[in-house]
Every structure is written in C-alpha cells, then in structure tokens.
C-alpha cells in the first residue's frame, strides 16, 4: 500500500470544488452503511436523504467524479465506495501524529474509525515528561522532543493538534518544518501556516454556540406563537385594540366629534 507521503489526492488538480469534496465523506458514509448491508444500489434521491443533501446537488457532485449512476437502477453501492475512497486518497495509508495527549488527545488516540478509513495513528506526542511512556490506544506517549524524527521516520504529512490553546502555534511550526502539509486542529485558537499547507479546524465550543443560537431562535419563535395563541383566545371586545372616537377644535380645545347626550 502507498504511503501518504508519496501520493497526494487528486480531488484539486480535477477540479472538484471545495464544498463538493466537503460532502464526499457525507456521501461515504452513507454508501458504507448501505454496502455493510448488502444493498447492491441506490437512487440518487435515497442516497441524498441518507447524506442529509438535495438529490440534485448529489447528482452534480457525483458528475464532476465522472459517475452518473444508471436510469431506472441509480448508482452501483460498491464502485461508489471504491470511487469516493480512491478521490478521498483513502485507498492508501496516511500515517497520522496526534500531539496533546490530553482527554481530548487521548480519546482521539481510541477512535476506532481511524483504521477503517485509510488513517494510521503513527505516533502519539506530549510535552508533559510524566506522560512519556504512558500507553494510549496501545501506542507509547512520546516526547515533543522527538516530534521531527518521529515525522520523518513514519513519513507523516497529517498531523492532530490537541494541544492547550497556548501551545498550538509552536507545534503546528515545528509540524510544518519536518514535512507535516495537512493539519487538523481541535485547540482553540486560529493558526497561522505558509502557503501549500492545509488546516481544518474544530471547535466544540463554536459549535455549541451555534446550536444556542438557534435554539434561543425557536424559544423566540415559541414564545411569539404562543402570544398569538393567547390573543386568539380572548374575547373580541378585549382582543381588539379600543379606539379614541374622533375629535375637532372647539373653542376649549379639542372636543369630540360627536357629543354624548
């Protein structure tokens, strides 16, 4: 099998856009689940509802990796997985360092989808000298000290940043000087890398505040429904808004237009 090193994904020279191969692993996903159950094809419109997409969107992705599926049968489950792993780079093995071997760190370590999914966890590294020789996910913690070596023995080209916030330029600097050209980030802080090297980052924290937001959204949506509810249920005289009867000047000052008796 190939090593990471050697061979690149070919998704940017065909040139599939960014968002497209953001949804291939959607679209992976999906297919798996589907071949680990024996189905031989699918629809583009039950595919799509899988990977959470719009059927036509699907099928527009699809076309810029040269697959158009079958009228009347759809797309072939087993060569779809073949097609997105091989554009994904995930028909070779990519050897991965993960540094920070925290409880973020170490959970990461534990992943189980690593494997299954062309990543091979190479090594594992730590600045703390108490955690040194500590097995994690059946791998010995290293010292950053030998962050380079273990980069250019094991021909790493993606490394995790698990690091404290504090920390994660310096190491994603040496990461970047040993060779690493893809990096995912899970500190909380924003990266700063030459051109030619790639950076996805995660933050939990980010995503929790949106899904606040929208929740505080549907509260207020809630909220305003619930008013309108309420208002239907009053009386006409109390619901409807009382109106000042008309008024003209009058020698005093305005009066109303019409006198009572």
Same mark, same amino acid.
């Given at each position: 099998?190939?090593?990471?090193?050697?061979?690149?994904?070919?998704?940017?020279?065909?040139?599939?856009?960014?968002?497209?191969?953001?949804?291939?692993?959607l679209y992976l996903r999906a297919l798996t689940a589907l071949s680990e159950r024996?189905?031989?094809? @699918? #629809?583009?419109?039950?595919? *799509? $509802?899988? +990977? =959470?997409?719009?059927?036509?969107?699907?099928?527009?992705?699809?076309?810029?990796?040269?697959?158009?599926?079958?009228?009347?049968?759809?797309?072939?489950?087993?060569?779809?997985?073949?097609?997105?792993?091989?554009?994904?780079?995930?028909?070779?093995?990519?050897?991965?360092?993960?540094?920070?071997?925290?409880?973020?760190?170490?959970?990461?370590?534990?992943?189980?989808?690593?494997?299954?999914?062309?990543?091979?966890?190479?090594?594992?590294?730590?600045?703390?000298?108490?955690?040194?020789?500590?097995?994690?996910?059946g791998l010995p913690v290293r010292h950053t000290d030998e962050l380079e070596d273990?980069?250019?023995?094991?021909? @790493? #080209?993606?490394?995790?940043? *698990? $690091?404290? +916030? =504090?920390?994660?330029?310096?190491?994603?600097?040496?990461?970047?000087?040993?060779?690493?050209?893809?990096?995912?980030?899970?500190?909380?802080?924003?990266?700063?890398?030459?051109?030619?090297?790639?950076?996805?980052?995660?933050?939990?924290?980010?995503?929790?505040?949106?899904?606040?937001?929208?929740?505080?959204?549907?509260?207020?949506?809630?909220?305003?429904?619930?008013?309108?509810?309420?208002?239907?249920?009053?009386?006409?005289?109390?619901?409807e808004p009382v109106t000042e009867p008309a008024r003209r000047p009058g020698p005093?000052?305005?009066?109303?237009?019409?006198?009572?008796?």
């Open positions: 099998m190939a090593t990471g090193r050697t061979h690149r994904p070919a998704t940017r020279s065909r040139g599939i856009p960014e968002a497209t191969v953001a949804r291939l692993p024996s189905v031989p094809t @699918v #629809s583009s419109e039950e595919l *799509a $509802t899988a +990977a =959470g997409v719009n059927s036509a969107k699907l099928r527009k992705d699809f076309s810029y990796l040269g697959s158009y599926g079958t009228r009347g049968v759809g797309y072939d489950v087993e060569y779809l997985v073949y097609q997105i792993s091989r554009e994904l780079g995930l028909t070779q093995d990519w050897p991965v360092v993960i540094v920070g071997i925290g409880n973020l760190g170490a959970a990461l370590a534990n992943y189980g989808g690593f494997a299954s999914r062309g990543f091979r966890v190479a090594a594992l590294i730590d600045a703390d000298p108490a955690q040194t020789g500590k097995m994690v996910a273990i980069v250019e023995h094991n021909q @790493v #080209s993606i490394g995790v940043i *698990a $690091t404290p +916030a =504090g920390a994660a330029q310096e190491v994603c600097d040496r990461l970047v000087a040993a060779g690493v050209t893809s990096i995912l980030n899970f500190a909380p802080t924003v990266l700063s890398v030459p051109d030619g090297v790639d950076v996805r980052k995660v933050d939990l924290s980010i995503e929790l505040q949106i899904l606040a937001f929208h929740e505080q959204r549907k509260a207020g949506e809630d909220l305003g429904e619930a008013v309108a509810a309420a208002r239907d249920t009053l009386p006409k005289a109390v619901a005093d000052g305005d009066v109303p237009a019409v006198m009572p008796a």
